[in-house]
């Protein structure tokens, strides 16, 4: 009975989990389904679902429209250097909070979060006229800058918790073995959180991604990300929603390959601390 009863409520719970796993794709879907349909039925009423006339003419009229790649290309480098230089940055600051800590350290990284409650709206006006004056209005490199630095908290929290898991007694046995400060971080601590890492870098690296406001508001041409090249297809006439619907996918389409090949590695960095 009790073998019973556990049976039915896996199905239970496989059947939800599966509800809300469609449930959260559903728009994805609907992006992908509408990228291929004509403008007239991407508006129609009732809504056409898979039985339409499938036409690829949307990807084509955006990659004539608009240099995909570049769009593309800068979105790898704004996303990837941002994050890169990030962990750079977090890692030795998460080791002095998890293995040198002080009686201040919580109230730190308390103060770190809470600077990500700040609307961003609030401080674009100063971070704008400090572009203009340093002449890194619409780069790439002042970008980077900004991103990191809005996902900095999110780096350090993240990479603190799993440092926290490591046994400070293998960084002391390093230290008695001869081992520098620089040593002990790169060839000890890093290899030893690198699930942990690993699921921090794509963490940022869809953040960084997916960035909305900074990048429309620091770019125009030179360095605009595939945010803005999907904000393009909004003009004043009226949203071509299957136009708008192929660049979305375009612009998607990297971050979900990209989170196909790194479910596992992901999966394992969030277990860490569980298994261990």
């Known amino acids: 009975m009790a073998r019973a009863v556990t049976t039915k409520r896996k199905s239970i719970n496989t059947i939800a989990a599966w509800a809300v796993g469609l449930l959260i794709f559903f728009p994805i879907l609907w992006t992908i389904l509408t990228s291929f349909k004509t403008e007239g039925q991407a508006i129609s009423d009732p809504p056409v679902w898979f039985f339409f006339d499938w036409t690829l003419e949307n990807y084509a009229v955006v990659q004539e429209r608009s240099n995909y790649m570049k769009f593309l290309w800068n979105s790898v480098i704004i996303a990837g250097g941002s994050t890169i230089l990030g962990v750079i940055i977090a890692i030795p600051a998460a080791w002095s909070m998890a293995f040198v800590p002080s009686k201040r350290t919580k109230d730190i990284l308390l103060w770190m979060l809470s600077t990500k409650m700040l609307p961003a709206v609030g401080v674009l006006y100063p971070i704008y006229l400090l572009f203009i004056k340093l002449g890194i209005l619409d780069s790439r490199f002042g970008l980077v800058i900004v991103l990191m630095l809005i996902n900095l908290p999110i780096i350090v929290w993240m990479l603190y918790t799993y440092f926290r898991e490591i046994p400070g007694e293998i960084l002391e046995a390093a230290r008695m073995d001869g081992a520098s400060l620089k040593e002990e971080i790169i060839y000890v601590l890093t290899p030893m959180a690198v699930p942990g890492i690993a699921s921090t870098l794509l963490l940022n690296v869809i953040l960084a991604w997916n960035e909305a406001f900074w990048t429309l508001n620091l770019t125009a041409a030179n360095a605009a990300p595939l945010t803005a090249f999907i904000a393009s297809y909004s003009s004043p006439e009226g949203l071509f929603y299957a136009k708008l619907s192929a660049a979305s996918v375009m612009a998607i389409a990297p971050i979900l390959i990209m989170g196909?090949?790194?479910?596992?590695?992901?999966?394992?960095?969030?277990?860490?601390?569980?298994?261990?």
């Open 260 to 276: 196909w090949f790194s479910q596992k590695q992901l999966v394992r960095g969030l277990t860490f601390g569980a298994v261990k």
